[in-house]
């Protein structure tokens, strides 16, 4: 089972529909999680970070988190032809200095 | 604020060379972190270093190894190249803290192509 996964898609959502992007993990020690979003050819370039059970909204963004479940998520609404990109979720451990642990990340396409 | 810096940007080698590769931190990060990029795997912590010192490390060869300066920028280096060697080294950097959870800010990233 890997540490951190994550549907590798493409999820493909039309103009103006919200997406939802999935990520679980397996480590009940994971203290800190983030999205980020990575363009083709470029670097990751972070979301959000999201530390305690519930929900956290930044724009468009709203980040979900449920410990119990091992479950974290990612929506955009309004999604825009922009936002097609692969989206990374990345988990860190307490105490492990440093260290994110990245799924494969999900594909998505926002179609005109 | 300038954005973490990285260079080069793009790199060439054979195999059997080595290759240093440079990073420099967000002005009052104090924790540096390199990762590999691959297709197939991903991307993969190497090590994270703080104060000088490496702090935590992953699960890659001897032949990847770093280090810090004083002014934070750190270096990576790969000695004995190899063709798996081929891969986008990204550095991120952070606001140090004991636990770890901070977040990570990367660079633009280098990209190592071993021929």
């Known amino acids: 089972q890997k540490e951190v996964e994550q549907n590798s898609g493409p999820l493909s959502v039309p103009e103006g529909a919200i997406a939802s992007l999935n990520c679980t993990y397996s480590?009940?020690?994971?203290?800190?999680f983030f999205w980020y979003r990575q363009y083709s050819g470029k670097s990751p370039e972070l979301i959000m970070s999201?530390?305690?059970?519930g929900d956290k909204e930044d724009g468009r963004f709203t980040a979900q988190l449920n410990k119990a479940s091992q479950y974290v998520s990612l929506l955009i609404r309004d999604s825009q032809p922009s936002d097609s990109a692969t989206y990374l979720c990345?988990?860190?451990?307490?105490?492990?200095?440093?260290?994110?642990?990245f799924g494969q990340g999900t594909t998505l396409q926002v179609k005109p | 604020k300038a954005g973490v810096t990285q260079t080069p940007r793009y790199l060439i080698k054979t195999r059997g060379q080595q290759v240093t590769l440079s990073c420099s931190p967000i002005?009052?990060?104090?924790?540096v972190s390199w990762y590999q990029q691959t297709p197939g795997q991903g991307l993969q912590f190497l090590f994270e270093y703080f104060s000088e010192t490496q702090r935590n490390k992953g699960n890659f060869p001897g032949r990847f190894s770093g280090r810090q300066f004083s002014n934070s920028r750190s270096e990576m280096n790969v000695s004995t190249l190899e063709l798996g060697d081929s891969a986008l080294y990204l550095c991120?950097?952070?606001?140090?803290?004991?636990?770890?959870?901070?977040?990570?800010?990367f660079g633009p990233g280098t990209r190592l192509t071993v021929l």
């Open positions: 990345a988990v860190n451990k307490h105490g492990n200095t440093g260290k994110l642990i």
């Open positions: 999201i530390y305690s059970n």
């Open positions: 480590d009940r020690g994971s203290q800190s």
């Open positions: 991120a950097s952070s606001l140090a803290s004991a636990s770890g959870g901070d977040t990570q800010y």
């Open positions: 002005s009052g990060h104090r924790s």
